[in-house]
C-alpha cells in the first residue's frame, strides 16, 4: 500500500498560483500512474490532472488547460500540482490519487486504487 498527503492549499485571489505536493511513502511513486482530483462543495469529485508512471503522458481537464501543469520527482517521491491563473471556480478540496492499474486510463477517477485525504484550495474573488 502506499500513503498518499497533499499539501500546498490555502487561499488565494483570483489570477494568483498555488502548487500542491502530493508526497508518498511505502511505495516508490515511479510504480504509479497519479492524479489530481477535486471536490467542491455539494459536487461530485472530478478529474483535474494526471501523469503516468513514466512521466511520458499528461492529460488536463479542460477547465484548467492552460493554466495547470502536472509533474513529478521520483526523488522526492512528490507529485505536484502547479496551479497558475486561478479562479473561484477552482475552489474545491484537492485530492491526490495513484494506480498501478495495468489498464490505466489516467482521467478515469474508477480506475485509481489509492487516494490521500485532500487539501483545501479557496479562490476569493
Known amino acids: 500500500q502506499v500513503q498518499l498527503v497533499e499539501s500546498g492549499g490555502g487561499l488565494v485571489q483570483t489570477g494568483d498560483s498555488l502548487r500542491l505536493s502530493c508526497a508518498a511513502s511505502?511505495?516508490?511513486?515511479?510504480?504509479?500512474?497519479m492524479g489530481w482530483f477535486r471536490q467542491a462543495p455539494g459536487k461530485e469529485r472530478e478529474f483535474v490532472a494526471a501523469?503516468?508512471?513514466?512521466?511520458?503522458?499528461?492529460r488536463f481537464a479542460d477547465s484548467v488547460k492552460g493554466r495547470f501543469t502536472i509533474a513529478r520527482n521520483n526523488a522526492d517521491n512528490t507529485v505536484y500540482l502547479q496551479m497558475n491563473s486561478l479562479k473561484p471556480g477552482d475552489t474545491a478540496v484537492y485530492y491526490c490519487?495513484?494506480?498501478?492499474?495495468?489498464?490505466?486510463?489516467?482521467?478515469?477517477?474508477?480506475?485509481?486504487?489509492?487516494w490521500g485525504q485532500g487539501t483545501q484550495v479557496t479562490v476569493s474573488s
Open positions: 511505502g511505495r516508490t511513486l515511479s510504480n504509479y500512474h
Open positions: 501523469i503516468s508512471r513514466s512521466g511520458g503522458s499528461t
Open positions: 490519487a495513484a494506480s498501478v492499474n495495468p489498464l490505466m486510463i489516467l482521467t478515469s477517477e474508477a480506475r485509481y486504487e489509492y
